[in-house]
Nanobody, 120 residues
């Protein structure tokens, strides 16, 4: 069984910073693309940023230059450094990973989410 566990969310003032982490564990053979998504109240879940196993990154336009996605393959960990946060960034943040397990299945796995609230 594969699990993704996020951490690092919380309350921050506008202009502040937060760092999120997501650790993968379980019967893992390989981790391919990893990504962050978010869902604000009353809105659909949206893509934030992704990173391939080789380190190629893609960002949602509104976070480009403020957020940095990275990963540590040896620790099966995904990171999201968020700077210059605004109230529009308030959401539950989810990590997703494409994982091949020991049974031979390759599929998407999601974490449970971590709340990020940006408020004065």
């Amino acid at each position: 069984q594969v699990q993704l566990v996020e951490s690092g969310g919380g309350l921050v003032h506008p202009g502040g910073s937060l760092s999120l982490s997501c650790v993968a564990s379980g019967s893992i053979v390989s981790i391919y693309a990893m990504s962050w998504h978010r869902q604000a109240p009353g809105k659909e879940r949206e893509f934030v940023a992704s990173i391939t196993s080789g380190g190629h990154t893609i960002y949602k336009g509104s976070v480009q230059g403020r957020f940095t996605i990275s990963r540590d393959n040896s620790k099966k960990t995904l990171f999201l450094q968020m700077n210059s946060l605004s109230p529009d960034d308030t959401a539950v943040y989810y990590c997703k990973a494409v994982i091949e397990d020991t049974i031979g299945w390759t599929e998407d796995h999601w974490g449970q989410g971590t709340q990020v609230t940006v408020s004065a």
